[in-house]
């Protein structure tokens, strides 16, 4: 685990500042209307001042990477923060323009630098697949949540049946060497197509944040292309 964990950093930090185009590249953008789902899910979140009397909501990105998501998080009346264990991608994403209000913190799902029962939302996009131990991140995350707090997770599903050798060859194959093309790393990617299916399966993910200690869970499909392709997918839980 620990030897993955260096890894895994070590890819992130090297491609951080072609990480988002990459993104575009290989997802033609689709990424972006996934994520855009995901912030919509959490857009109604109010602060619940269990810890502090008329405080903002506090909204947690987790693995956040350079804040595309949490730039979409940010409004009035809320503290967004941040939270990835590479600071190179925080650093990529806080020198971007209107990131003024967001907040970055380095760490690990494992060990989140919050308090407990701090935190009124927590989206986290395609990062559990990247964690050494997705069990603990999970038990992490129910730790950090106020109680009738907002969980989303946004992370690939398994297409139907028809479509999934398709996929299967297109996240393998294309994915990877799209990546490595823009990153000028032979182990980046190849990296990322190994860790994809950490949450590929809806009811083992329903099953995991259910041990973890989040009872109600829904899932909403991300977009019109994900509702055909199942190639991502939103779960929510309170």
């Not at 590929?200 to 973890?212: I, K, N």
């Amino acid at each position: 685990p620990d030897e993955r964990r260096q890894r895994i950093r070590r890819v992130f930090d090297a491609v951080a500042p072609r990480y988002d185009l990459m993104n575009d590249l290989m997802s033609l953008g689709i990424h972006r209307l996934w994520k855009r789902a995901l912030a919509r899910q959490v857009a109604g979140v109010q602060g619940r001042n269990a810890d502090r009397a008329g405080g903002p909501a506090r909204v947690v990105d987790l693995a956040g990477g350079t804040g595309d998501v949490a730039r979409l998080l940010a409004a009035p009346g809320r503290e967004v923060i941040v939270v990835d264990p590479s600071a190179e991608m925080m650093r990529v994403g806080a020198a971007r323009r209107g990131m003024g209000a967001v907040r970055w913190r380095e760490g690990e799902a494992e060990a989140l630098p919050l308090p407990a029962a701090s935190v009124d939302a927590l989206v986290v996009s395609f990062g559990l697949r990247n964690t050494t131990r997705p069990m603990a991140a999970l038990a992490e995350i129910h730790r950090v949540l106020k109680p009738g707090a907002r969980f989303v997770c946004l992370e690939f599903s398994r297409p139907a049946a028809g479509l999934a050798p398709m996929y299967d060859l297109y996240s393998r194959w294309v994915i990877p060497a799209a990546g490595m093309r823009r990153a000028d790393r032979s182990c980046a990617w190849g990296n990322w197509s190994r860790s994809r299916p950490t949450c590929s399966r809806a009811t083992a993910c329903s099953w995991a944040v259910t041990a973890a200690g989040d009872s109600s869970i829904s899932r909403a499909k991300s977009s019109a292309s994900t509702a055909r392709s199942g190639a991502g997918a939103i779960r929510t839980c309170t």
